[in-house]
Protein backbone atom coordinates (compact mmCIF):
# COMPACT_ATOMS: atom_id res chain seq x y z
CA UNK A 1 0.00 0.00 0.00
CA UNK A 2 1.22 3.37 -1.09
CA UNK A 3 1.88 6.23 1.73
CA UNK A 4 -0.45 8.33 0.00
CA UNK A 5 -3.09 5.61 0.26
CA UNK A 6 -2.16 5.10 4.30
CA UNK A 7 -2.81 8.93 5.14
CA UNK A 8 -6.64 8.96 6.06
CA UNK A 9 -5.18 6.00 8.78
CA UNK A 10 -2.69 8.10 10.51
CA UNK A 11 -5.70 11.01 10.96
CA UNK A 12 -8.15 8.25 11.93
CA UNK A 13 -5.71 6.59 14.94
CA UNK A 14 -4.68 9.90 16.00
CA UNK A 15 -4.29 9.23 20.02
CA UNK A 16 -7.91 10.11 21.41
CA UNK A 17 -8.64 12.64 23.98
CA UNK A 18 -9.45 11.71 27.58
CA UNK A 19 -12.54 11.32 28.42
CA UNK A 20 -13.76 11.72 31.86
CA UNK A 21 -16.66 8.97 32.49
CA UNK A 22 -19.66 11.23 31.65
CA UNK A 23 -22.51 11.51 34.51
CA UNK A 24 -25.35 12.09 32.78
CA UNK A 25 -28.17 15.54 34.10
CA UNK A 26 -30.71 12.50 33.71
CA UNK A 27 -28.78 10.68 36.14
CA UNK A 28 -30.95 12.39 39.16
CA UNK A 29 -34.15 11.02 40.03
CA UNK A 30 -36.52 13.78 40.22
CA UNK A 31 -40.19 12.96 41.94
CA UNK A 32 -42.34 11.24 39.08
CA UNK A 33 -45.48 13.14 39.92
CA UNK A 34 -43.82 16.63 39.20
CA UNK A 35 -42.67 15.51 35.74
CA UNK A 36 -46.25 14.47 35.27
CA UNK A 37 -47.79 17.81 36.24
CA UNK A 38 -44.76 19.57 33.91
CA UNK A 39 -45.89 17.50 30.92
CA UNK A 40 -49.74 18.19 31.71
CA UNK A 41 -48.98 22.23 31.49
CA UNK A 42 -47.48 21.88 28.11
CA UNK A 43 -49.69 19.54 26.38
CA UNK A 44 -52.52 20.91 27.86
CA UNK A 45 -55.69 19.55 25.59
CA UNK A 46 -53.30 17.50 23.69
CA UNK A 47 -52.27 14.75 26.67
CA UNK A 48 -55.28 12.23 26.86
CA UNK A 49 -54.03 10.49 29.75
CA UNK A 50 -51.31 10.57 32.21
CA UNK A 51 -50.33 8.23 35.63
CA UNK A 52 -47.57 7.25 37.60
CA UNK A 53 -47.99 3.74 37.57
CA UNK A 54 -44.93 3.28 40.22
CA UNK A 55 -41.92 4.60 41.10
CA UNK A 56 -39.91 5.49 37.72
CA UNK A 57 -42.56 4.57 35.27
CA UNK A 58 -44.86 7.08 33.93
CA UNK A 59 -47.35 6.52 31.09
CA UNK A 60 -48.55 8.88 28.82
CA UNK A 61 -51.26 9.15 26.00
CA UNK A 62 -51.10 12.35 23.57
CA UNK A 63 -53.63 12.95 20.59
CA UNK A 64 -51.82 11.11 17.38
CA UNK A 65 -49.09 13.69 16.19
CA UNK A 66 -48.61 15.58 19.65
CA UNK A 67 -45.97 12.62 20.17
CA UNK A 68 -43.24 14.81 18.36
CA UNK A 69 -43.87 17.74 20.34
CA UNK A 70 -43.94 15.49 23.53
CA UNK A 71 -40.29 13.61 22.45
CA UNK A 72 -38.99 17.65 21.91
CA UNK A 73 -40.13 18.49 25.17
CA UNK A 74 -38.58 15.90 27.06
CA UNK A 75 -35.20 16.63 25.30
CA UNK A 76 -35.22 20.59 25.98
CA UNK A 77 -36.23 20.14 29.60
CA UNK A 78 -35.68 16.65 30.44
CA UNK A 79 -32.06 15.67 29.19
CA UNK A 80 -33.79 12.75 27.30
CA UNK A 81 -31.65 11.25 24.48
CA UNK A 82 -32.26 7.32 24.91
CA UNK A 83 -35.16 5.50 23.19
CA UNK A 84 -35.66 1.82 24.99
CA UNK A 85 -37.77 0.51 22.11
CA UNK A 86 -40.82 0.85 19.95
CA UNK A 87 -43.99 -0.89 20.68
CA UNK A 88 -46.83 -1.59 18.23
CA UNK A 89 -49.92 -2.83 19.56
CA UNK A 90 -53.23 -3.95 18.07
CA UNK A 91 -56.38 -3.06 20.01
CA UNK A 92 -58.95 -3.79 17.20
CA UNK A 93 -60.51 -0.62 14.88
CA UNK A 94 -57.20 1.44 15.88
CA UNK A 95 -53.56 0.60 16.28
CA UNK A 96 -51.27 1.76 18.81
CA UNK A 97 -47.88 2.85 18.61
CA UNK A 98 -45.81 3.03 22.31
CA UNK A 99 -42.76 4.72 22.21
CA UNK A 100 -40.48 3.91 25.51
CA UNK A 101 -38.13 6.62 26.14
CA UNK A 102 -35.31 7.05 29.27
CA UNK A 103 -35.26 10.60 30.88
CA UNK A 104 -33.90 11.38 34.37
CA UNK A 105 -34.00 7.57 34.86
CA UNK A 106 -37.59 7.52 34.44
CA UNK A 107 -39.24 4.90 31.92
CA UNK A 108 -41.59 7.48 29.88
CA UNK A 109 -43.61 5.24 27.97
CA UNK A 110 -45.80 7.50 25.41
CA UNK A 111 -48.52 6.35 23.43
CA UNK A 112 -50.54 7.50 20.56
CA UNK A 113 -53.90 5.70 18.47
CA UNK A 114 -53.75 5.54 15.36
CA UNK A 115 -56.96 4.27 12.47
CA UNK A 116 -56.64 0.57 11.31
CA UNK A 117 -57.81 1.30 7.96
CA UNK A 118 -55.03 4.69 7.40
CA UNK A 119 -52.16 3.68 9.92
CA UNK A 120 -49.66 6.98 9.83
CA UNK A 121 -47.71 8.45 12.24
CA UNK A 122 -45.15 11.62 12.06
CA UNK A 123 -41.20 9.59 12.16
CA UNK A 124 -39.15 11.26 15.19
CA UNK A 125 -35.66 9.57 13.98
CA UNK A 126 -34.75 13.18 13.40
CA UNK A 127 -35.29 13.73 17.47
CA UNK A 128 -33.92 10.67 18.05
CA UNK A 129 -32.06 8.97 15.48
CA UNK A 130 -31.58 5.41 17.77
CA UNK A 131 -35.24 4.99 17.10
CA UNK A 132 -33.85 4.34 13.13
CA UNK A 133 -34.78 0.46 13.96
CA UNK A 134 -37.36 0.14 16.00
CA UNK A 135 -39.46 2.13 13.50
CA UNK A 136 -38.90 -0.11 10.48
CA UNK A 137 -39.63 -3.02 13.12
CA UNK A 138 -42.91 -1.51 13.83
CA UNK A 139 -43.70 -1.23 10.35
CA UNK A 140 -42.66 -4.56 9.32
CA UNK A 141 -44.88 -6.56 11.62
CA UNK A 142 -47.91 -3.97 11.90
CA UNK A 143 -47.58 -2.07 8.84
CA UNK A 144 -47.78 1.51 10.45
CA UNK A 145 -46.16 3.65 8.31
CA UNK A 146 -43.76 6.86 10.26
CA UNK A 147 -43.99 9.55 7.99
CA UNK A 148 -40.73 11.35 6.98
CA UNK A 149 -38.67 7.91 7.65
CA UNK A 150 -35.12 8.03 5.56
CA UNK A 151 -35.47 4.78 4.70
CA UNK A 152 -38.68 2.63 5.75
CA UNK A 153 -37.31 -0.72 4.41
CA UNK A 154 -38.43 -4.23 5.14
CA UNK A 155 -35.68 -4.68 8.76
CA UNK A 156 -37.24 -8.28 9.99
CA UNK A 157 -39.10 -10.22 7.56
CA UNK A 158 -38.19 -11.97 4.72
CA UNK A 159 -37.91 -10.48 1.39
CA UNK A 160 -40.58 -13.18 0.20
CA UNK A 161 -43.21 -11.98 2.72
CA UNK A 162 -46.08 -11.27 0.69
CA UNK A 163 -47.19 -6.94 0.61
CA UNK A 164 -49.77 -5.69 2.99
CA UNK A 165 -49.16 -9.04 5.76
CA UNK A 166 -48.83 -7.91 8.71
CA UNK A 167 -48.08 -10.60 11.31
CA UNK A 168 -48.60 -9.10 14.75
CA UNK A 169 -51.84 -7.92 14.04
CA UNK A 170 -54.33 -9.91 15.76
CA UNK A 171 -56.18 -10.97 12.79
CA UNK A 172 -53.25 -12.55 11.33
CA UNK A 173 -53.02 -16.42 12.21
CA UNK A 174 -49.85 -18.53 12.00
CA UNK A 175 -50.85 -20.94 9.50
CA UNK A 176 -51.34 -24.87 11.16
CA UNK B 1 -9.98 8.17 -7.72
CA UNK B 2 -10.75 5.04 -5.75
CA UNK B 3 -14.14 2.91 -7.09
CA UNK B 4 -16.79 1.96 -4.30
CA UNK B 5 -17.09 -1.44 -3.94
CA UNK B 6 -20.37 -3.32 -2.29
CA UNK B 7 -19.51 -6.17 0.09
CA UNK B 8 -22.27 -8.49 1.67
CA UNK B 9 -21.28 -10.36 4.33
CA UNK B 10 -23.18 -12.62 6.24
CA UNK B 11 -26.11 -14.13 6.99
CA UNK B 12 -24.72 -17.36 7.73
CA UNK B 13 -21.72 -17.65 9.97
CA UNK B 14 -20.60 -20.85 11.66
CA UNK B 15 -18.31 -19.02 14.48
CA UNK B 16 -20.64 -17.16 16.22
CA UNK B 17 -23.92 -19.08 15.71
CA UNK B 18 -26.64 -16.25 15.09
CA UNK B 19 -27.03 -14.93 11.50
CA UNK B 20 -27.05 -11.36 10.36
CA UNK B 21 -26.25 -9.50 7.10
CA UNK B 22 -24.27 -6.18 6.48
CA UNK B 23 -23.53 -4.82 3.26
CA UNK B 24 -20.45 -2.80 3.14
CA UNK B 25 -19.54 -0.50 0.71
CA UNK B 26 -15.36 -0.37 0.71
CA UNK B 27 -13.15 1.81 -1.11
CA UNK B 28 -9.75 -0.45 -0.77
CA UNK B 29 -9.13 -1.61 2.44
CA UNK B 30 -11.38 1.62 4.27
CA UNK B 31 -15.24 0.78 4.71
CA UNK B 32 -17.26 4.07 4.20
CA UNK B 33 -20.75 2.83 4.65
CA UNK B 34 -22.44 0.30 6.58
CA UNK B 35 -26.11 -1.08 5.53
CA UNK B 36 -27.62 -3.71 8.44
CA UNK B 37 -30.03 -5.93 7.61
CA UNK B 38 -31.41 -8.29 10.55
CA UNK B 39 -33.99 -10.50 10.88
CA UNK B 40 -32.88 -13.79 9.59
CA UNK B 41 -33.62 -15.70 13.17
CA UNK B 42 -37.28 -14.12 13.58
CA UNK B 43 -39.30 -16.89 14.71
CA UNK B 44 -42.16 -15.23 15.44
CA UNK B 45 -41.71 -15.34 19.60
CA UNK B 46 -43.60 -12.77 20.12
CA UNK B 47 -46.80 -13.74 18.37
CA UNK B 48 -46.47 -17.03 19.72
CA UNK B 49 -46.18 -15.51 23.32
CA UNK B 50 -50.00 -14.59 22.77
CA UNK B 51 -51.35 -17.78 22.56
CA UNK B 52 -49.63 -19.27 25.09
CA UNK B 53 -50.39 -19.24 29.00
CA UNK B 54 -47.67 -16.96 31.42
CA UNK B 55 -46.31 -20.15 32.67
CA UNK B 56 -45.68 -21.52 28.98
CA UNK B 57 -44.38 -18.49 28.00
CA UNK B 58 -41.68 -18.37 30.28
CA UNK B 59 -39.53 -21.13 28.92
CA UNK B 60 -40.08 -20.05 25.28
CA UNK B 61 -39.06 -17.02 26.04
CA UNK B 62 -36.08 -18.53 27.97
CA UNK B 63 -35.19 -19.62 24.43
CA UNK B 64 -34.65 -16.46 22.98
CA UNK B 65 -31.21 -16.68 23.79
CA UNK B 66 -29.17 -19.10 24.52
CA UNK B 67 -26.53 -17.55 26.17
CA UNK B 68 -28.71 -14.52 28.23
CA UNK B 69 -31.81 -17.23 28.84
CA UNK B 70 -32.07 -16.13 32.33
CA UNK B 71 -31.83 -12.61 31.50
CA UNK B 72 -34.90 -12.86 29.35
CA UNK B 73 -36.83 -15.02 31.73
CA UNK B 74 -36.14 -12.81 34.84
CA UNK B 75 -37.27 -9.59 32.60
CA UNK B 76 -40.51 -11.55 31.59
CA UNK B 77 -41.05 -12.84 35.37
CA UNK B 78 -40.97 -9.43 36.69
CA UNK B 79 -43.51 -7.79 34.34
CA UNK B 80 -45.89 -10.54 34.85
CA UNK B 81 -45.17 -10.69 38.38
CA UNK B 82 -45.86 -6.88 38.57
CA UNK B 83 -49.27 -6.91 35.98
CA UNK B 84 -50.46 -9.44 38.97
CA UNK B 85 -49.35 -7.29 41.80
CA UNK B 86 -47.67 -9.50 43.73
CA UNK B 87 -44.09 -9.45 44.93
CA UNK B 88 -42.04 -12.08 45.05
CA UNK B 89 -39.94 -13.06 48.56
CA UNK B 90 -36.87 -12.15 49.11
CA UNK B 91 -35.07 -15.30 48.96
CA UNK B 92 -36.41 -15.88 45.90
CA UNK B 93 -35.34 -12.48 44.37
CA UNK B 94 -31.70 -12.98 45.96
CA UNK B 95 -31.77 -16.81 44.37
CA UNK B 96 -32.40 -14.57 41.10
CA UNK B 97 -29.97 -12.46 41.49
CA UNK B 98 -27.32 -14.68 42.19
CA UNK B 99 -27.80 -16.54 39.01
CA UNK B 100 -28.38 -13.39 36.89
CA UNK B 101 -24.64 -12.60 37.43
CA UNK B 102 -23.19 -15.67 37.37
CA UNK B 103 -24.89 -15.47 33.81
CA UNK B 104 -23.07 -12.47 33.47
CA UNK B 105 -19.57 -14.09 34.24
CA UNK B 106 -20.32 -16.80 32.11
CA UNK B 107 -21.66 -14.56 29.27
CA UNK B 108 -18.54 -12.40 29.36
CA UNK B 109 -15.92 -15.02 29.42
CA UNK B 110 -17.40 -16.58 26.35
CA UNK B 111 -17.42 -13.35 24.73
CA UNK B 112 -13.49 -13.00 25.93
CA UNK B 113 -12.60 -15.96 24.12
CA UNK B 114 -14.58 -15.17 21.11
CA UNK B 115 -12.76 -11.97 20.84
CA UNK B 116 -9.30 -13.79 21.24
CA UNK B 117 -10.37 -16.26 18.31
CA UNK B 118 -11.36 -13.21 16.13
CA UNK B 119 -7.85 -11.80 16.46
CA UNK B 120 -6.44 -14.95 15.96
CA UNK B 121 -5.20 -15.56 18.99
CA UNK B 122 -6.77 -19.06 19.45
CA UNK B 123 -4.81 -19.66 22.79
CA UNK B 124 -7.25 -17.00 24.64
CA UNK B 125 -9.94 -19.20 23.70
CA UNK B 126 -8.70 -22.52 24.69
CA UNK B 127 -7.95 -20.92 28.47
CA UNK B 128 -10.87 -19.35 29.11
CA UNK B 129 -13.15 -21.39 27.63
CA UNK B 130 -11.66 -23.77 30.03
CA UNK B 131 -11.96 -21.95 32.99
CA UNK B 132 -15.92 -20.59 31.89
CA UNK B 133 -16.66 -24.53 32.62
CA UNK B 134 -16.09 -23.54 36.53
CA UNK B 135 -19.03 -20.81 36.51
CA UNK B 136 -21.15 -23.69 33.62
CA UNK B 137 -20.70 -26.55 36.49
CA UNK B 138 -21.92 -24.39 39.13
CA UNK B 139 -24.92 -23.16 37.51
CA UNK B 140 -25.62 -26.78 36.40
CA UNK B 141 -25.22 -27.49 40.33
CA UNK B 142 -27.47 -24.64 41.04
CA UNK B 143 -30.33 -24.76 38.52
CA UNK B 144 -29.99 -28.33 36.42
CA UNK B 145 -29.16 -27.20 33.67
CA UNK B 146 -26.05 -25.55 31.78
CA UNK B 147 -27.58 -23.36 29.58
CA UNK B 148 -31.51 -22.71 29.73
CA UNK B 149 -31.39 -22.25 33.74
CA UNK B 150 -35.22 -22.95 34.40
CA UNK B 151 -34.76 -21.60 37.60
CA UNK B 152 -37.33 -18.49 37.84
CA UNK B 153 -40.75 -19.03 37.81
CA UNK B 154 -43.42 -16.10 38.06
CA UNK B 155 -43.33 -15.09 41.85
CA UNK B 156 -39.81 -16.29 42.69
CA UNK B 157 -37.65 -19.25 41.61
CA UNK B 158 -37.84 -22.73 41.35
CA UNK B 159 -34.78 -24.22 43.46
CA UNK B 160 -33.37 -23.43 46.45
CA UNK B 161 -29.52 -23.31 47.61
CA UNK B 162 -28.30 -26.01 50.10
CA UNK B 163 -25.56 -24.98 52.23
CA UNK B 164 -23.05 -27.62 50.79
CA UNK B 165 -23.91 -25.73 47.15
CA UNK B 166 -22.88 -22.51 49.02
CA UNK B 167 -19.63 -23.69 49.94
CA UNK B 168 -19.17 -25.22 46.47
CA UNK B 169 -19.77 -22.00 44.76
CA UNK B 170 -17.64 -19.71 47.08
CA UNK B 171 -14.53 -21.66 46.05
CA UNK B 172 -15.44 -21.62 42.41
CA UNK B 173 -15.86 -17.99 42.78
CA UNK B 174 -12.59 -17.93 44.25
CA UNK B 175 -10.81 -19.46 41.08
CA UNK B 176 -13.10 -17.32 38.80
CA UNK B 177 -11.71 -14.36 40.47
CA UNK B 178 -8.00 -15.64 40.46
CA UNK B 179 -8.64 -16.51 36.49
CA UNK B 180 -9.91 -13.40 35.62
CA UNK B 181 -7.59 -10.85 37.29
CA UNK B 182 -4.82 -13.20 35.60
CA UNK B 183 -6.89 -12.44 31.95
CA UNK B 184 -6.98 -9.05 32.72
CA UNK B 185 -3.08 -8.40 33.55
CA UNK B 186 -2.49 -11.14 30.43
CA UNK B 187 -4.74 -9.24 28.02
CA UNK B 188 -3.62 -5.84 29.18
CA UNK B 189 -0.25 -6.32 28.20
CA UNK B 190 -0.37 -8.58 25.53
CA UNK B 191 0.96 -6.89 21.80
CA UNK B 192 -1.43 -9.85 20.09
CA UNK B 193 -4.33 -8.37 21.12
CA UNK B 194 -3.72 -4.89 21.61
CA UNK B 195 -2.62 -4.41 18.58
CA UNK B 196 -5.53 -5.26 17.37
CA UNK B 197 -7.88 -3.78 20.04
CA UNK B 198 -6.23 -0.38 20.12
CA UNK B 199 -7.82 2.68 17.68
CA UNK B 200 -9.89 -0.25 16.42
CA UNK B 201 -14.43 0.46 16.10
CA UNK B 202 -13.88 3.73 17.83
CA UNK B 203 -17.17 5.06 18.72
CA UNK B 204 -17.28 8.34 20.44
CA UNK B 205 -19.07 9.13 23.57
CA UNK B 206 -21.21 11.41 22.15
CA UNK B 207 -22.23 9.46 18.74
CA UNK B 208 -23.04 6.31 21.26
CA UNK B 209 -25.46 8.39 23.08
CA UNK B 210 -27.62 9.78 19.89
CA UNK B 211 -27.30 6.17 18.85
CA UNK B 212 -29.15 4.57 21.98
CA UNK B 213 -26.69 2.47 22.20
CA UNK B 214 -26.72 -0.17 25.35
CA UNK B 215 -24.62 -1.76 28.12
CA UNK B 216 -20.59 -2.66 27.93
CA UNK B 217 -20.63 -0.66 24.58
CA UNK B 218 -21.89 2.58 25.92
CA UNK B 219 -19.68 2.22 29.10
CA UNK B 220 -16.30 1.54 27.25
CA UNK B 221 -17.17 5.01 25.33
CA UNK B 222 -17.18 6.68 29.11
CA UNK B 223 -20.54 6.99 29.51
CA UNK B 224 -21.67 5.69 32.92
CA UNK B 225 -24.91 3.72 32.27
CA UNK B 226 -26.16 0.84 34.14
CA UNK B 227 -29.92 -0.58 34.18
CA UNK B 228 -28.83 -2.33 37.71
CA UNK B 229 -28.37 1.42 39.23
CA UNK B 230 -30.11 4.09 37.31
CA UNK B 231 -33.44 1.40 37.75
CA UNK B 232 -33.02 -0.86 40.24
CA UNK B 233 -34.64 -3.69 39.81
CA UNK B 234 -34.32 -7.58 41.68
CA UNK B 235 -31.91 -6.99 44.57
CA UNK B 236 -29.42 -4.85 43.18
CA UNK B 237 -31.06 -1.36 45.23
CA UNK B 238 -29.11 -2.99 48.18
CA UNK B 239 -26.31 -4.91 46.23
CA UNK B 240 -23.26 -2.71 46.44
CA UNK B 241 -21.35 -2.74 42.90
CA UNK B 242 -19.56 -0.05 40.77
CA UNK B 243 -20.47 0.95 37.25
CA UNK B 244 -17.38 0.28 35.20
CA UNK B 245 -16.87 2.26 32.40
CA UNK B 246 -13.63 3.15 30.11
CA UNK B 247 -12.49 6.47 28.23
CA UNK B 248 -10.66 4.38 25.64
CA UNK B 249 -13.75 4.02 23.40
CA UNK B 250 -12.72 1.03 20.89
CA UNK B 251 -12.47 -2.77 21.11
CA UNK B 252 -9.83 -2.57 23.89
CA UNK B 253 -11.86 -0.41 26.45
CA UNK B 254 -14.62 -3.25 25.75
CA UNK B 255 -12.05 -5.70 26.74
CA UNK B 256 -11.42 -3.81 30.01
CA UNK B 257 -14.87 -3.19 30.86
CA UNK B 258 -16.23 -6.76 30.37
CA UNK B 259 -12.98 -8.38 32.21
CA UNK B 260 -13.72 -5.45 35.20
CA UNK B 261 -17.18 -6.49 35.01
CA UNK B 262 -16.46 -10.03 35.64
CA UNK B 263 -14.99 -9.29 38.88
CA UNK B 264 -17.61 -6.98 39.97
CA UNK B 265 -20.38 -10.01 39.07
CA UNK B 266 -18.26 -11.99 41.67
CA UNK B 267 -18.14 -9.76 44.13
CA UNK B 268 -22.00 -9.24 43.56
CA UNK B 269 -21.96 -13.05 43.83
CA UNK B 270 -20.08 -13.25 47.25
CA UNK B 271 -22.48 -10.14 48.37
CA UNK B 272 -25.58 -12.23 47.67
CA UNK B 273 -24.56 -15.72 49.54
CA UNK B 274 -23.23 -13.70 52.49
CA UNK B 275 -26.52 -11.61 52.95
CA UNK B 276 -29.08 -14.50 51.39
CA UNK B 277 -31.91 -13.77 53.58
CA UNK B 278 -34.04 -16.70 54.56
CA UNK B 279 -37.93 -18.01 54.11
CA UNK B 280 -39.72 -18.97 51.30
CA UNK B 281 -38.26 -19.06 47.65
CA UNK B 282 -41.60 -18.91 46.03
CA UNK B 283 -44.90 -16.75 46.18
CA UNK B 284 -48.08 -18.26 44.24
CA UNK B 285 -50.40 -16.36 41.52
CA UNK B 286 -53.42 -16.72 40.40
CA UNK B 287 -53.39 -17.74 36.95
CA UNK B 288 -55.81 -15.29 35.41
CA UNK B 289 -53.58 -11.94 35.48
CA UNK B 290 -55.89 -9.13 35.58
CA UNK B 291 -55.62 -6.20 33.06
CA UNK B 292 -52.18 -4.22 33.45
CA UNK B 293 -49.30 -3.24 31.26
CA UNK B 294 -45.96 -3.43 32.54
CA UNK B 295 -42.34 -2.22 31.27
CA UNK B 296 -39.78 -4.08 32.77
CA UNK B 297 -36.35 -3.28 32.23
CA UNK B 298 -32.96 -4.98 33.45
CA UNK B 299 -29.33 -4.89 32.32
CA UNK B 300 -28.68 -8.01 30.30
CA UNK B 301 -24.81 -9.21 30.18
CA UNK B 302 -25.17 -7.26 26.88
CA UNK B 303 -27.08 -4.04 27.92
CA UNK B 304 -30.71 -3.31 28.20
CA UNK B 305 -33.10 -5.16 28.14
CA UNK B 306 -37.05 -4.62 27.53
CA UNK B 307 -40.07 -6.46 27.98
CA UNK B 308 -43.44 -4.60 27.42
CA UNK B 309 -46.51 -6.96 28.69
CA UNK B 310 -49.92 -6.14 28.54
CA UNK B 311 -52.46 -8.47 30.00
CA UNK B 312 -56.02 -8.51 29.61
CA UNK B 313 -57.49 -10.33 32.40
CA UNK B 314 -57.05 -13.95 30.93
CA UNK B 315 -54.20 -16.79 31.75
CA UNK B 316 -52.67 -15.22 27.75
CA UNK B 317 -50.54 -12.10 27.64
CA UNK B 318 -52.34 -9.69 24.89
CA UNK B 319 -48.59 -8.61 24.15
CA UNK B 320 -45.51 -9.45 24.40
CA UNK B 321 -42.92 -6.81 22.98
CA UNK B 322 -39.18 -7.87 23.18
CA UNK B 323 -36.55 -5.80 22.39
CA UNK B 324 -33.24 -7.33 22.89
CA UNK B 325 -29.56 -5.60 23.47
CA UNK B 326 -28.27 -5.85 20.22
CA UNK B 327 -30.67 -4.35 17.95
CA UNK B 328 -29.79 -1.52 19.91
CA UNK B 329 -26.14 -1.82 19.30
CA UNK B 330 -26.87 -2.43 15.53
CA UNK B 331 -26.78 1.44 14.70
CA UNK B 332 -23.73 1.99 16.62
CA UNK B 333 -21.55 -1.08 15.31
CA UNK B 334 -22.16 0.24 11.79
CA UNK B 335 -20.83 3.51 12.82
CA UNK B 336 -17.49 1.53 14.30
CA UNK B 337 -16.89 -0.23 11.25
CA UNK B 338 -16.98 2.83 9.12
CA UNK B 339 -13.41 4.49 8.03
CA UNK B 340 -11.81 0.63 9.51
CA UNK B 341 -10.42 -1.44 7.72
CA UNK B 342 -11.87 -4.64 6.29
CA UNK B 343 -9.71 -6.99 7.80
CA UNK B 344 -11.28 -5.69 11.50
CA UNK B 345 -14.42 -5.84 10.45
CA UNK B 346 -14.57 -9.35 12.85
CA UNK B 347 -13.54 -8.40 15.68
CA UNK B 348 -14.80 -5.01 15.99
CA UNK B 349 -18.59 -6.86 15.29
CA UNK B 350 -17.10 -9.11 17.76
CA UNK B 351 -17.00 -6.28 20.41
CA UNK B 352 -20.34 -5.47 20.89
CA UNK B 353 -20.98 -9.04 21.63
CA UNK B 354 -23.69 -9.82 19.09
CA UNK B 355 -26.18 -12.56 19.57
CA UNK B 356 -25.44 -12.89 15.74
CA UNK B 357 -22.78 -12.83 13.17
CA UNK B 358 -22.03 -12.73 9.76
CA UNK B 359 -18.78 -13.34 8.58
CA UNK B 360 -19.05 -16.49 7.60
CA UNK B 361 -18.64 -15.85 3.85
CA UNK B 362 -17.70 -13.00 1.92
CA UNK B 363 -18.90 -12.12 -1.65
CA UNK B 364 -17.28 -9.67 -3.52
CA UNK B 365 -18.40 -8.07 -5.93
CA UNK B 366 -16.48 -5.94 -8.76
CA UNK B 367 -19.68 -4.07 -10.01
CA UNK B 368 -17.15 -2.54 -13.12
CA UNK B 369 -16.16 -5.83 -14.68
CA UNK B 370 -19.08 -7.95 -13.49
CA UNK B 371 -16.93 -10.34 -11.58
CA UNK B 372 -17.44 -11.82 -8.38
CA UNK B 373 -15.81 -14.30 -5.30
CA UNK B 374 -16.48 -15.77 -2.27
CA UNK B 375 -14.79 -15.92 0.34
CA UNK B 376 -15.28 -17.97 3.60
CA UNK B 377 -14.51 -17.15 7.35
CA UNK B 378 -11.36 -18.82 7.28
CA UNK B 379 -9.97 -17.20 3.97
CA UNK B 380 -11.10 -13.75 5.50
CA UNK B 381 -9.23 -14.59 8.93
CA UNK B 382 -6.25 -15.75 7.26
CA UNK B 383 -6.16 -12.87 5.23
CA UNK B 384 -6.96 -10.40 8.34
CA UNK B 385 -3.64 -12.47 9.71
CA UNK B 386 -1.52 -12.13 6.72
CA UNK B 387 -2.65 -8.40 6.44
CA UNK B 388 -1.47 -7.39 9.71
CA UNK B 389 1.53 -9.18 9.73
CA UNK B 390 2.85 -7.56 6.60
CA UNK B 391 1.77 -4.16 7.29
CA UNK B 392 3.42 -2.44 10.22
CA UNK B 393 0.66 0.40 10.53
CA UNK B 394 1.03 3.25 11.10
CA UNK B 395 -0.20 5.04 14.26
CA UNK B 396 -0.22 1.45 16.42
CA UNK B 397 1.52 0.82 19.05
Keep these: ?176 | MVSTFKVPIGPQHPALKEPSNFTFDVEGEYVVNVTPRVGYNHRGIEKACENRTYLQDIYLIERICGICSHAHTTTFCQAVEECGGIQAPPRGIYLRTLVAELNRIHSHLLWLGVAGHEVGWDTLLMYVWRDREVVMEILEMLTGNRVNYAINTIGGVRRDITPEQARKLTKALNILEDRTKHYRNLCLGEKTLLSRAIGVGVLKPNVARSLCAVGPTLRASGIKSDVRRDDPYAAYDVTPFEVITSDMCDVAGRVVVRVDETLQSVNICRWLLENLPSGDIRTKLTRRIPPNEVVSRIEAPRGELIHFVRSNGTDKPDRVKVRAPTLGNILAVCEMLKGGYIADIPIVLAAIDPCFSCTDRMLFVDSKNDKNWIWSNEDLKRYSTKFYAKESLPGRR
Excluded at chain 1, 15 to 23: S, T
Excluded at chain 1, 74 to 99: A, C, P, Q, R
Excluded at chain 1, 129 to 146: A, T
Design chain 1, 1 to 176: MSEEKRAPTEQKKAPLPKIEPQEIESQKIENENSMVEEIKKFLGEDLIEAKVQRPRRIYLKVKPGAHRKTIQFMKDNWGLYHISTISGLDLGDNLEVVFHLNARNVAVNVRAEVPRNKPKIETITDLLPGSNLYEREVHDLFGIEFKGHPNLERLELPEDWPKGVYPLRKDWKAPE
